[in-house]
């Protein structure tokens, strides 16, 4: 099988920051799990170099156009090898071979009657690049760019996008998932409800020059998207050669939702034209903000990848983000949410059960991997769950849904980590006569840790390879990846010597300001600790304890609540549904909740936050460091009908 990737070609306006690195991480890590699948893979990105703002931001540093470009485009192409990026391509629209390539498919389209020249007077967005509709106003403003659209009148050349309107909305009909996730989809089916106006293709030079020249008529250069969406092709040798043929059959395009429209209406409409088929997939994401608020330069709160990299390692930025977005919304960055989940997820679940782990087999084995003996229904219990994992991150990995391909991987962490705890291996270790159940629990652990590497190289290059090298697998060894002949269990060999494994992702401490300040002054909660015990009234009676109706409850639905950053609204079964008001969206996605069972309190009077009647609490463990919050939902550990009370 094969994959071609392509993320946007990124303005040389302004440096790189986190929105670009968050696609390029996503096109490299689909592009590595594709590889990982067995499919030969071609991921191209690059720089869009042409236009007024190029020209604009060039005059502000006073240098001429070309030097500015040829600076800004290193800055992104020297940006991705330190996120451990590996495009196979990088384009660039001032490349000799894009310009020839444009200007032919110009000419073919202008020949072949889509292209013509007319009047037009219309409203211009600096911002956006391109003339807006009246309709698509906010109170007069360009809704993204808050900025009046300037009116111009002017002759240019415009393309008949209208007459593959309906061909286009057909296409999106019968290919379901031509446009990824549904939202998107409905978006642009929306927007072609209505009758779709032909698009202005040209600048004349007199306004603009840094530009691509029109072949036929030498007064005009095109316009930014007619030159900028055409990358996709020109990076494969269009029209002819292998390269070609084999990748174009299955395009998949890469954006956030700010280029929804020209990327899901003129692009396929230009194909259309073109006499090319459309691109197989269009996959859209949300938007990163920082701290709740849009990312901009005027703010002063853009996030730099190469500060990122330098303050919390690349791994833990790649994985932060995959887990972070859901894709297809928006979400917030913050250092605090990083570092939660450097300790959390990466020092506590995965970290600590690889040193735990190979410390085991050092001590009582001396670091060679034992054969296992017969497997009770505890180890088939955690071969199941592998595969199970297994099945389910090739399933929602291969659907752009990282965060939930990761949420697999960390329940499968839980269960291994659970499973070293019941095992108990330090007691079996004790007894001659339990030597061969050790070996079987040790080998358990050891195919875990195993499997684990192997889901996680798309996401963490550099410590899947220090996790790979410990168990003595090479990098590109067939065992971690998904091509082993249907076998999931079973491949790490006998009497092989482990290596061993520095601190993988050690504990970070937010030094911010704030901490410090908390640190000279006693700890709250410290305060409250010490007093408990020596006053009678901070105990309860086991009658005042009575009292409380403690359940499994099973989560069914979850919402966000409007305007408010910490509400979920969830309806839970336990066993007759009822809604509870949980302050857990800064660490749970709603879509992440449902399905799971958690304890609830269910006798507490009913109370109104956010105009939503909560009829109980949700109870979750909260581990505070400063000013950084880890909560994680309590739960049972083992099967039980939601409903059961907890006593
Ligand atoms: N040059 C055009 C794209 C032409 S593609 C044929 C362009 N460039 S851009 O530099 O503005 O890049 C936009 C893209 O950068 C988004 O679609 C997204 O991939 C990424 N992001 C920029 N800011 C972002 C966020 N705040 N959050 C997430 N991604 C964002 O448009």
Known sequence: MKTYITT?????????????????????T???FRRLCGDKVRFQTGTDEHGDKIVEAAAKQGVAPKEYVD???????????????????????????HIRVVQKILQDVYDSGDIYFDEYTGLYCQGCERYLTEKELVDGKCPDHQKPPEEIAEANYFFRMSRYQQKLIDHIHAHPEFITPERYKNEVLAFLSEPLEDLCISRPKSRLTWGIELPFDDKFVTYVWFDALINYLTGLGYPEGQLFEENWAVAEHLIAKDILKPHAIYWPTMLLAMKVPLYQKLHVHGYWNVDDTKMSKSIGNVVRPKELVDAYGVDTLRYFTLREMSFGLDSSFSS???????????????????????????????????APGTYTAADLEVQEAAETMLARYQEVMGQFNFHLGLQAVWEFVGVANRYIVTSEPWTLAKDEGQAKRLDTV???????????????????????VKMGAALSLAADDARISLLTQGRVWGLLKAGTQLQTLANLFPRLEKEGKEQKEQKAAPAPQKQEQSNAGSEDDSLISFEDFKKLDLRVAEIVAAEPIKKSDRLLKLTVKAPEERTIVAGIAQHYNAEDVIGRQVIIVANLKPTKLMGVTSQGMVLAAKDIHGDEETLILTSVSGVIPSGSKVA
């Open 8 to 28: 946007p070609i990124y303005y040389v306006n302004a440096q790189p920051h986190l929105g670009h690195a968050y696609t390029t991480i996503v096109a490299d």
């Open 30 to 32: 689909y592009s590595r």
């Open 71 to 97: 600076t800004i485009s290193a800055m992104f192409s020297s940006t991705w090898p330190i996120l451990e990026v590996e495009p196979d391509n990088f384009i660039r629209t001032t490349d000799p071979d």
């Open 336 to 370: 605090e949410a990083i570092v939660a989940r450097q300790n959390a997820d990466l020092a506590n679940d995965l970290g600590n059960l690889f040193s735990r782990a190979l410390a085991m087999v050092q001590k009582y084995r001396s670091g060679i991997i034992p």
């Open 442 to 464: 040790l080998y358990t652990i050891l195919e875990s840790l195993r499997l684990l590497t192997l889901v996680l190289r798309p996401v963490m290059v550099g410590a899947t």
